[in-house]
């Protein structure tokens, strides 16, 4: 309260968050292309993306979801926080704790995930550390489905959501509710609540234990996502029963 005015003092606006808008990343894009020499022909046959999406996504027409800017990442050799990194601001190798402050990651608003991406300061770290909003409402088709080696994890933080698997299989999360699955199972995030749900994932490269079992002769099926729920009240074991003392004179029977 202002003591001369009798006025409370305006409200500071809320500062937004740094946004890397789909012009700024398709010129980082296409500048990385220009720096190996290659055509987007080139790159669409190093990365399994189409010509025409890497095209549109360099000038900005098109939003990339993560499986797309994961593998352009992988094919153009490329620190992907160095993609995503503020203007200006040149990813350091980590040599000591990187802190992203609240609000001030760099957001990204992909095809049905707004990401904000956390600790992009840090070069070639193992994790890609995530916020996301999630504002697809339905799955449309196969193409909706993302998949992408390594593992991922996400724990809800409001909202509900359900995860689409490509193998049919749908899992509801809740407000406090977490999943981690083997990544290369295609899967899809939709809010289903009133307001858009909001996320913190991760995902992380595969582990030697996945590298191995992927090079193995006979491959075996992706397992099943683990669903972490908070429990009420502790699950109650039953006794274990009481050992039968032998009878006197029984007689034993011979095998």
Same mark, same amino acid.
């Given at each position: 309260?202002?003591?001369?005015?009798?006025?409370k003092?305006?409200?500071?606006p +809320?500062e937004q968050?740094? &946004?890397?808008? !789909?012009t700024?990343?398709?010129?980082?894009l296409?500048t990385a292309?220009k !720096?190996?020499?290659w055509?987007?022909?080139?790159l669409a046959e190093?990365? %399994?993306? =189409?010509?025409? &999406?890497?095209?549109?996504a360099? !000038?900005?027409?098109l939003?990339?979801?993560?499986?797309?800017?994961t593998a352009?990442?992988?094919?153009?050799d490329m620190?992907?926080?160095?993609?995503? *990194?503020g203007?200006?601001?040149?990813?350091?190798?980590?040599?000591?704790p990187?802190?992203t402050?609240?609000? #001030?990651?760099v957001?990204?608003r992909g095809?049905?995930?707004?990401?904000?991406?956390?600790?992009?300061?840090?070069?070639g770290?193992?994790?890609?550390?995530? /916020?996301?909003?999630?504002h697809?409402?339905e /799955?449309?088709?196969?193409?909706?489905?993302?998949r992408?080696?390594?593992?991922e994890?996400?724990?809800?933080?409001?909202?509900?959501i359900d995860?689409?698997?490509?193998?049919?299989?749908?899992?509801?999360l809740g407000r406090?509710? =977490?999943l981690?699955f083997?990544?290369r199972?295609?899967?899809?995030?939709?809010s /289903?609540? +009133?307001q858009l *749900?909001?996320? /913190?994932?991760m995902t992380? %490269?595969e =582990? %030697?234990?996945?590298k191995?079992a992927?090079?193995a002769?006979?491959?075996?099926?992706?397992?099943?996502?683990?669903?972490?729920?908070?429990?009420?009240t502790?699950?109650v074991s039953?006794?274990?029963?009481?050992?039968v003392?032998?009878k #006197?004179?029984?007689a +034993?029977?011979?095998?």
């Amino acid at each position: 309260m202002n003591p001369h005015t009798g006025n409370k003092p305006a409200a500071r606006p +809320r500062e937004q968050p740094p &946004t890397l808008d !789909r012009t700024t990343f398709g010129h980082r894009l296409r500048t990385a292309r220009k !720096r190996f020499g290659w055509t987007l022909a080139q790159l669409a046959e190093r990365s %399994g993306v =189409s010509i025409t &999406t890497i095209s549109r996504a360099e !000038r900005g027409q098109l939003a990339l979801g993560y499986e797309n800017f994961t593998a352009l990442g992988s094919a153009l050799d490329m620190d992907m926080n160095a993609m995503f *990194a503020g203007a200006g601001v040149k990813p350091a190798q980590l040599d000591g704790p990187v802190v992203t402050r609240a609000g #001030k990651g760099v957001v990204y608003r992909g095809l049905a995930i707004a990401y904000e991406f956390l600790g992009t300061t840090a070069a070639g770290k193992q994790m890609s550390p995530i /916020v996301g909003t999630v504002h697809a409402r339905e /799955v449309h088709g196969p193409e909706d489905f993302v998949r992408h080696a390594g593992e991922e994890f996400a724990y809800v933080l409001s909202g509900e959501i359900d995860v689409h698997f490509d193998n049919g299989e749908v899992v509801r999360l809740g407000r406090g509710d =977490s999943l981690y699955f083997d990544s290369r199972l295609g899967h899809a995030y939709v809010s /289903v609540s +009133r307001q858009l *749900a909001r996320i /913190v994932g991760m995902t992380i %490269g595969e =582990s %030697g234990h996945m590298k191995s079992a992927r090079e193995a002769p006979m491959m075996t099926p992706a397992p099943a996502p683990v669903v972490s729920r908070r429990r009420k009240t502790p699950p109650v074991s039953a006794p274990a029963p009481a050992p039968v003392a032998a009878k #006197k004179g029984t007689a +034993r029977v011979k095998r």
